[in-house]
């Protein structure tokens, strides 16, 4: 296999702070790496030394020549005025007819071609970004949060892509679903070192717990071994008779080695002050309007929201998910209709622009401090700006020298210390590790306080949803099933849209018409649903067996005739459900072959 790139003994420190500290790494051909580590650990100041745009301290990074380095990054370099096609034939120096067949794996076709990339949503905007890379026909890609806006129908036109790339990239992402979707490999970035493992992400995490664990049980018996010969020295070794095996012993302790742990970085917890019970609706939407002056969104909104819901507003970028949230948080004026918040209901409003409004000479603890509740102690505030990366030295910084990341995460710590009862979170995970992403998600899920949410993060909203409201073309709407059958189905358009069935047909070989692939799919998600509902009834009938056994186990010489007929029953009843979900397991197999 040819190398792409070799990292050795890589370093690098900003002031007292060490980024990197000895890391190494080799990417070779065909190499689908995630690359992990906390906030801060150098994942993107890897990538910037890797392309020119950070100096190393010392190390070496050998890149050979035949690789082609293609960097997605998140800022842009197309003119105002700029069209989709001028700006591609521009950056990658292909002609137009090549220009259009790459964009056509992104559906950039037809006027889209034609439109000013500037006037194209985020996601679009993105895809553009990304087709203008591959024109260079790059063989390692370096991805840098390539998710951070990108709408669920383009994040799903990139995971495909991703799958069926020949050539080997390295991908920061702090979406768990994205990055198990793509890698086959894991890279972690931790205090300075980092370790690639030839396993995706989920197995190497049990690597990583299994090794811990193979470390604290040998390092047990070292110690254990010791303290027993440590024993046999103090007892015997002052006594000329035993001198010569207290002396061995002595040599034995010394070749007994624990191994060196590195102290792991601590675990994210975080808590949202919980606010009073209360049932009923949270919020009305009575034939609401939502747009602006001159241009409606969407309109004849209907919806009832009730307290403690978490409820996940979704759909492609451009559609109105922001301009809902800013409607309900009174940012933007509503253009007809009314909504009306329940009694006593106060809410707060995150959103991507709301860090740009803090006052740059407070520190973030005065912030915080300032921000609270009359009710939230001081160590309240130490444990919520911990959560969010803030301790020591990180509470006494100037909010003028926080990074955009750095005012976001502020933003989010001062949101969850106020004791609302409902929050509105436009894109929250932004700049977050995937494990304060995941601590946020299991918090909001735990909390009574009422949730509306836009994040394209999977994991994420998978996690925290239990409602789902699409926007899609001028209307606003409840989605009636779950997060996991919006995000297949909206898979099965694109897959339709792109030409791919379940056997990797393009879809002109496929002897179906649309409408009896509609219908199959109509049958699969159905059959999905019956065995979950079968795996939930076994689940509750072996539950009850465990219950009978356990009564028999406690009671040997006891006979209960109803216990033993009701344990039969049980038994043939789990038989009947097995047979059946083995029926329907059957059936699904056939219906996706």
Same mark, same amino acid.
């Given at each position: ?506 879809? *002109?070989? $496929?002897?179906?018409?649309?409408? %009896? /692939? !509609?219908?199959?799919?109509? #049958?699969?998600? =159905? ?7 079968? *795996?939930? $009834?076994?689940?509750?009938?072996? %539950? /009850? !067996?465990?219950?009978?056994? #356990?009564?028999? =186990? ?7 005739? *109803? ?8 038994? !043939?009843?789990?038989?009947? #459900?097995?047979? =059946? ?7 699904? *197999?056939?219906?996706?072959?």
């Amino acid at each position: 296999m040819a190398t792409l790139l070799q990292i050795t003994g890589l370093c690098k420190s900003y002031g007292a702070r060490m980024i990197l500290d000895g890391a190494e790494v080799t990417v070779s051909d065909r190499q689908k790496i995630g690359v992990i580590g906390r906030n801060g650990a150098g994942k993107s100041t890897m990538f910037k030394i890797i392309v020119g745009e950070e100096e190393l301290d010392s190390g070496t990074v050998n890149i050979p020549d035949s690789t082609r380095i293609g960097h997605l990054t998140q800022h842009s370099n197309y003119g105002e005025d700029e069209g989709v096609m001028e700006y591609l034939m521009r950056t990658s120096n292909q002609p137009d007819y090549e220009c259009g067949k790459i964009a056509g794996r992104f559906q950039i076709k037809n006027e889209l071609l034609d439109a000013k990339v500037s006037s194209l949503a985020g996601g679009y905007q993105m895809r553009v970004k990304l087709i203008s890379m591959l024109l260079k026909e790059p063989n390692l890609l370096l991805l840098d949060e390539p998710t951070n806006y990108l709408d669920l129908s383009t994040q799903i036109l990139l995971e495909k892509f991703l799958q069926n790339y020949n050539g080997s990239f390295l991908l920061i992402s702090h979406d768990r679903e994205f990055m198990k979707r793509t890698c086959t490999e894991t890279l972690e970035i931790e205090q300075g070192k980092m370790t690639l493992y030839p396993r995706p992400l989920e197995e190497y995490f049990e690597y990583k717990e299994e090794k811990m664990n193979q470390i604290e049980s040998h390092n047990i018996r070292v110690e254990r071994e010791k303290q027993h010969l440590q024993k046999f020295v103090d007892r015997f070794g002052s006594k000329a008779s035993k001198a010569s095996q207290a002396q061995s012993k002595m040599k034995q302790i010394e070749k007994l080695k624990t191994i060196d742990v590195t102290q792991p970085l601590k675990t994210t917890r975080i808590s949202i002050p919980g606010v009073s019970e209360k049932t009923g609706i949270a919020l009305t939407l009575d034939q609401l309007e939502i747009g602006y002056p001159n241009k409606s969104i969407a309109k004849n909104i209907n919806l009832d929201i009730e307290r403690g819901q978490k409820i996940a507003v979704v759909g492609d970028n451009g559609q109105g998910k922001t301009t809902l949230l800013k409607t309900l948080a009174k940012e933007l004026k509503e253009l007809g209709g009314t909504y009306k918040w329940g009694h006593n209901i106060q809410i707060d409003y995150y959103a991507q622009h709301i860090p740009a409004t803090l006052n740059s000479d407070d520190t973030v603890k005065q912030y915080l401090e300032k921000m609270a509740p009359p009710d939230v102690t001081e160590q309240e505030i130490f444990e919520m700006a911990g959560n969010f990366l803030f301790k020591d030295e990180g509470l006494k910084k100037q909010i003028s020298v926080l990074s955009g990341g750095e005012k976001a995460r502020l933003c989010l710590a001062r949101i969850l210390l106020e004791k609302n009862q409902v929050i509105l979170l436009d894109e929250p995970t932004n700049h977050l590790d995937f494990e304060t992403v995941e601590s946020l998600a299991h918090a909001l899920k735990a909390t009574n306080v009422t949730v509306i949410f836009v994040s394209h993060n999977r994991t994420f909203v998978e996690i925290v949803a239990n409602g789902i409201i699409e926007v899609k073309d001028g209307k606003v709407a409840r989605y009636n099933h779950n997060y996991e059958e919006y995000v297949y189905h909206l898979q099965k358009v694109i897959e339709d849209d792109l030409g791919i069935t379940e056997d990797s047909k393009p879809a *002109e070989e $496929s002897s179906t018409t649309k409408e %009896e /692939q !509609k219908q199959l799919r109509i #049958k699969i998600r =159905e059959a999905r649903k019956q065995l979950q509902s079968l *795996e939930r $009834s076994i689940a509750k009938y072996n %539950e /009850q !067996k465990s219950e009978l056994l #356990k009564w028999f =186990e406690q009671n040997p010489t006891e006979f209960s005739e *109803e216990k033993t007929k009701e344990l039969s029953e049980i038994e !043939k009843k789990i038989t009947a #459900k097995e047979s =059946e979900w083995m029926e329907l397991e059957l059936e699904l *197999e056939v219906l996706n072959s």
